[in-house]
């Protein structure tokens, strides 16, 4: 972030209690994913046509303050990624994918999976969507 070659881009950031454990957000990203799998994509040239595909590569944690440019192969070409450092989770998504709702809803699975993963909580999902939530057409 902070570069003037990265456009549309938003963060969230996120302040925990403990710092991140890292396998625990491994889980979390992966379980979100499956969730939100319109969130796993990427752009193919398709003849003279970009085309937005499914991306089954794994969603990006970068350990720092800033994640990999979007879409581009070090992001493994989605247009998500996330980053910690110490306390602090970053989520950084290309614009043209969400917006702060989308966002939000998305933030909320993610630390629904992580905090039930590493403090082996039982969190009521009430107005969270996790994997047994349909997903709407």
Same mark, same amino acid.
């Given at each position: 972030?902070?570069?003037?070659?990265?456009?549309?881009?938003?963060?969230m950031?996120?302040?925990?209690?403990?710092?991140?454990?890292?396998?625990?957000?491994?889980? =979390?990203?992966?379980?979100?994913? !499956? /969730?939100?799998p319109?969130?796993a994509?990427?752009?193919?040239?398709? #003849?003279?046509?970009? @085309?937005?595909?499914f991306?089954?590569?794994?969603?990006v944690?970068?350990?720092?303050n800033?994640?990999?440019?979007?879409?581009?192969?070090?992001?493994?070409?989605?247009?998500? =990624?996330?980053?910690?450092?110490? !306390? /602090?989770l970053?989520?950084?998504?290309?614009?043209?994918?969400?917006? #702060?709702?989308?966002? @939000?809803?998305?933030?909320?699975?993610?630390?629904?999976?992580?905090?039930?993963?590493?403090?082996?909580?039982?969190i009521?999902?009430s107005g969270?969507?996790?994997?047994?939530?349909?997903?709407?057409?």
């Amino acid at each position: 972030m902070g570069n003037d070659a990265v456009q549309y881009t938003f963060r969230m950031e996120i302040r925990m209690k403990d710092d991140i454990d890292r396998d625990a957000l491994r889980y =979390a990203v992966d379980c979100t994913m !499956k /969730r939100y799998p319109y969130f796993a994509i990427k752009v193919v040239e398709n #003849g003279a046509e970009l @085309d937005t595909v499914f991306n089954g590569l794994p969603v990006v944690i970068s350990e720092g303050n800033t994640s990999p440019c979007l879409c581009t192969d070090a992001a493994n070409y989605h247009f998500l =990624a996330f980053a910690f450092e110490g !306390k /602090r989770l970053f989520i950084d998504v290309h614009h043209g994918l969400t917006d #702060g709702t989308g966002m @939000d809803s998305l933030a909320k699975t993610l630390l629904y999976y992580y905090v039930n993963n590493k403090y082996s909580a039982d969190i009521d999902p009430s107005g969270i969507n996790t994997l047994e939530t349909p997903i709407s057409p």
